[in-house]
């Protein structure tokens, strides 16, 4: 699928913009106007928290769950973490005077501008596919589709536990906190199979970790604390292996 990448006009703050600008992620030769998250406009009537979702967290670094005038910026484009120091000090951005976890956690965040939009794509796909979503109207299932496959309802599960995400978890929040969140499987990268939505109480558990080393982290605690025994062979499989002698006597 060719997209039509025409530049889309700068908006009110426009330094914060990607380093191409914004670009029209619709399909070539597309009747009606440009836009970015066309593909999400069917969202907007019935559940327009989930657009704004997957656009902030597609393209946007986590916000500050602490409070204090060293933390940082809030919120800032994933492709602006990408810039250097320097060029952050333009924008008023002082990584230097960030303490280095902070630095760390941005910089962990960023991604092209190109990532942010795949993975916004995979995002709502995934949505799509969730039990109790909305249908898709034709020409975004079509769109999407074609990034990603066909469309199963009920085929989206936690990125994490496995178990199926439905979709009206969106709208569930316990003190303020959605029940359903942005996850990525390797924390350092933001693209499509990478990313996905979780759990909130799984995302929290995986915390840092790679989904391996989560899994690993698991498998350790189940283990030593008897709920489940794991067979490790502590040597390799002979090729060849000795006869039982028992067969020799037949
Ligand atoms: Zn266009
Ligand atoms: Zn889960």
């Not at 299932?141 to 979709?167: N, Q, S, W």
């Amino acid at each position: 699928m060719i997209l039509c990448e025409k530049v889309l006009r700068p908006r009110a703050n426009s330094k914060y913009d990607p380093p191409d600008g914004h670009k029209c992620q619709r399909v070539t030769g597309h009747s009606g106007p440009c836009g970015e998250f066309t593909y999400l406009d069917g969202l907007n009537d019935v559940a327009p928290k989930v657009r704004e979702k997957i656009v902030r967290d597609a393209t946007m670094t986590t916000g500050a769950s602490w409070k204090s005038k060293d933390a940082g910026p809030n919120r800032i484009h994933r492709w602006t973490m990408l810039l250097t120091d320097d060029e952050l000090l333009v924008l008023e951005i002082k990584m230097a005077a960030l303490k280095p976890w902070v630095v760390a956690k941005l910089r962990q965040k960023a991604a092209t501008y190109e990532d942010c939009m795949s993975s916004a794509r995979y995002l709502a796909w995934l949505v799509y596919g969730m039990e109790g979503a909305p249908e898709a109207d034709p020409e975004t299932k079509m769109y999407l589709e074609d990034h990603f496959g066909p469309i199963l309802k009920g085929a989206t599960g936690c990125l994490v536990c496995r178990a199926p995400l439905r979709f009206e978890l969106f709208h569930e929040a316990r003190r303020g906190r959605a029940e359903i969140e942005t996850a990525h499987a390797n924390p350092r990268v933001h693209t499509p199979g990478n990313v996905g939505f979780a759990h909130r109480h799984c995302n929290i558990a995986q915390g840092d970790k790679d989904l391996g080393d989560f899994y690993d982290w698991i498998l350790g605690i189940l283990e030593r604390a008897g709920r489940i025994t794991v067979h490790n062979l502590d040597h390799s499989l002979p090729l060849d292996p000795p006869r039982d002698p028992r067969d020799a006597e037949e």
